[in-house]
């Protein structure tokens, strides 16, 4: 999307400092929080608290047994 944390902040109407703490995973947002970030972005509240399943995949270690 090519927003910097300042001009998503802007948008969503909450501090620049949230924003970095949550992307760095220290901050925890309220419903409130998650629906303005994701209000903001154009995606739903899931999209920014489940991963892709592609991360899934890649992290899934594989059964070299079990083949």
Do not use: F, W
């Not at 001009?7 to 901050?27: F, P």
């Not at 419903?31 to 592609?54: A, F, Q, R, Y």
């Amino acid at each position: 999307m090519g927003l910097s944390q300042e001009k998503l902040a802007l948008q969503a109407g909450i501090d620049r400092t949230l924003v970095s703490k949550i992307e760095r995973g220290l901050g925890n947002p309220t419903l409130v929080v998650l629906v303005k970030v994701s209000s903001t972005l154009g995606v739903g509240i899931c999209d920014l608290l489940c991963p892709p399943i592609e991360r899934y995949h890649s992290k899934q270690v594989s059964n070299p047994t079990h083949q």
